[in-house]
DNA sequence: CGGAACTTTGACACGTCTCAAATGCCGTGG
DNA sequence: CCACGGCATTTGAGACGTGTCAAAGTTCCG
């Protein structure tokens, strides 16, 4: 894992990345001076829940899953991230060990970030502490609202909702289904059901005209409707 | 809600509470020149879902109940907050609406803190920074790790480890009972269940010896049981 | 081309929710 | 101080959603 490790700093998404957008030049180029890019294959482990890390990620080129473990060694999928997302800064800025393990969905190209960049970088520029607390903040909203579909809504209804979420955060690919490509057992990770349970509610989507399913891909045919259904409303 | 509004800064537990634990003497007597101590009945509402929020809130004395409000008006016990704790800066920080709504579940004494001297404490002090990072993140790991027991486990299992989540966070009284006066309602509301499951469950923790029941009252006879169960071991 | 991993379908069992009704508790007002 | 009404708790019965297990079909990739 991690081969081909280069410092390409040219055209890194770390610098365009939301939470980067506060640094000045000369951060920008302390940031670049450290950075280092990697390339990782599919299937790839980035780090392991419970390891150390000594630094954060951030995405330029591919799609990450994140999720913890539970009973079983059954995964639940936390978040996915996308290019421009950066990762592990939760455990780097707590001093703890990862919570959380994160593998490559895609061939990824992926930034390491060194720790003590983040803390310098948090001392000498407030905007950016403030950005990275906002951006903390906004995933545990996103965190918190899960919790209450999770504990309130039906199988049926998360998947809905779930799809909606894939396809205004990846998009489309030029046959109008969703960019990415999850599993049936990773999709039913993230909604947090058994593979059955969506296998036989994505076929009933489909016989019911609202998703349009080639192999993995997912299409969106009735857009209204799944956000009907996610909301509950019949 | 928030009669006898005063200004006594005197022993405020904002001043020892683990985010502000970082400011120096200086910072210190700012952050006390603006606080509002407000005293409030149980069931006053704080704030509302929704609503626009200009400071945040440090709890002096009482227990706050955080929720978020689902389908059919039903709520989600997101957090439940108790001296020291404070509540409200996720908006704050990120200049959003209220994302939770917050009530008091016995008469409390809670400090307002302006938005703006948390911000001011953000430029002045990067290591409040820090701590107010650590604080959303730490709030972050516990939220995913809700996730994904919510995900997995089943009601039993949670309703266990929300009863020793509630002995570690809120202690016993004299006699050994938790000390926090929670409805089944609202214990349902934290596990994500119904009313009725946590009564029947409770009952059958009782007739096993491992919890003993006196009106609203819970004591934890069998820990190590208990751990056991919320564990999914059996 | 072969094998492994993933997907699909069916049958079944079980946990959990819902609804309904009875009981218990508590504060309010007479 | 007691009676009342309202709210919380408890218990039961039944329905429904979801998980589990097993087996067959399909796709993917070396």
Redesign the interface.
Known sequence: MGEDSTNQHKNCSCNTSTVFKSLNTEEQELLNSKLRCNSYKKGDILYREGSRITGCYCIQKGILKIY?T??DE?P?I?ALARPGDITG??SV??NEMA??TVEALEDSVICYIPSEII?TL??KN?DF??S???L??????Q???????????TVRERLAEIVLMLNDTFGTDTEGYIAINLTREDLSSIV??ATESVIRILSEFKSEKIIELKGKKIKILNKERLKLIS??IF
């Open positions: 913890k539970g009973v059954k639940q936390i800064y939760r800025l707590s919570c959380t803390f948090i001392k407030s502490a403030l990275l607390i906002q903390s903040c906004k995933e545990l909203n965190a918190n609202d899960f919790i209450k579909d999770i504990a309130q809504k947090g059901t909301e509950s």
